[in-house]
């Protein structure tokens, strides 16, 4: 009888594994989709504003079927998702994909440094390894045309900070009761006043009513925030904080595999060493129970 309880929750880890793997696979398309939308003379705070109104009204319908407002969420939303989004695809306005990407994703080292003291979560030497090669493995996925504009470099830092305090913090969330569907609409909702005024900043000149934009705006809202998210947040709330970070590289892996297809990209030796590393790095965390 033991056997079979260690058997189910090693495939519940796992299954948890493949919801944060699954959700930052989806991520990886955000590029794609952005950069469609640029193309049609949107601004990055234009297409955010569009994406995260369109996720609104599923969080209302939670609040109103099962009412509950979290501080958690409001706070998340507010002062952490809604200024990483802003942060971040500004970053890529100024220094581009390649330095925004590189910079975003040390997040694994924050987190694995902050989740001690904040989570009280062990660094085994299998998640060390793990978050070495995921590391090593996305910078070398996302080196290209690097840029040094100061403010980019900035505002790319400053995302990956905002996200690594994100995961931590929607971590904390999970573990005293906050639903992962609640946390992953409710913050994006949360996130909307932010993006608005960064957008009403720029001047609100962007004609968002396009029906090229508002498909890729669709796409952004049901398909990489409502369904990515919430995958997320559930495979969050059973492994560890450190351990989905690591997952989470995989995003720039399929941004990566999706440039080459769609656009013809070429994919270097370096890019594809560094994809063999974060899969590397996905196994070797696989192997590492939290």
């Known amino acids: 009888m033991p056997e079979v309880v260690r058997d189910r929750d090693a495939a519940s880890y796992l299954g948890s594994y493949a919801l944060v793997l699954i959700a930052a696979s989806i991520w990886g398309t955000t590029g794609v989709a952005a950069r469609y ?3 049609l003379g949107v601004s990055p705070e234009g297409i955010l504003l569009l994406r995260l109104a369109l996720v609104t009204p599923g969080y209302l319908y939670l609040v109103l079927h099962r009412p509950s407002l979290s501080l958690w969420v409001v706070a998340l939303g507010t002062f952490v998702l809604g200024p990483y989004h802003v942060a971040y695809y500004n970053a890529v306005r100024y220094v581009g994909v390649s330095t925004a990407s590189l910079l975003l994703y040390t997040h694994p080292v924050l987190v694995a440094l902050a989740s001690r003291p904040l989570l009280g979560e062990r660094l085994d030497r299998l998640t060390a390894l793990a978050i070495a090669s995921a590391v090593s493995g996305a910078t070398m996925v996302s080196l290209g045309d690097l840029s040094v504009d100061p403010i980019g470099l900035l505002l790319a830092t400053a995302s990956s900070a905002l996200f690594s305090l994100y995961v931590l913090l929607s971590k904390r969330a999970l573990t005293s009761g906050v639903r992962p569907e609640e946390l992953a609409l409710g913050t994006s909702t949360w996130a ?8 009403l900043a720029r001047g609100a000149s962007d004609y968002l009513l396009n029906p090229y934009v508002v498909a890729v705006a669709l796409y952004l809202a049901l398909i990489v925030t409502v369904l990515a998210y919430i995958l997320y947040m559930r495979g969050l709330r059973r492994v560890r904080a450190s351990v989905a970070t690591v997952l989470s590289t995989a995003e720039p892996l ?25 899969l590397l790095a996905v196994v070797v965390v696989s192997r590492s129970r939290g």
Not at 255 to 267: C, H, K, N, R
């Open 192 to 199: 909307l006043p932010t993006v608005a005024l960064a957008y």
């Open 254 to 278: 399929t941004a990566t595999a999706l440039s080459y297809v769609l656009f013809g990209e070429p994919v270097t030796s370096l890019k594809a060493c560094g994809g063999g590393l974060i």
């Open 37 to 39: 939308s640029f193309d």
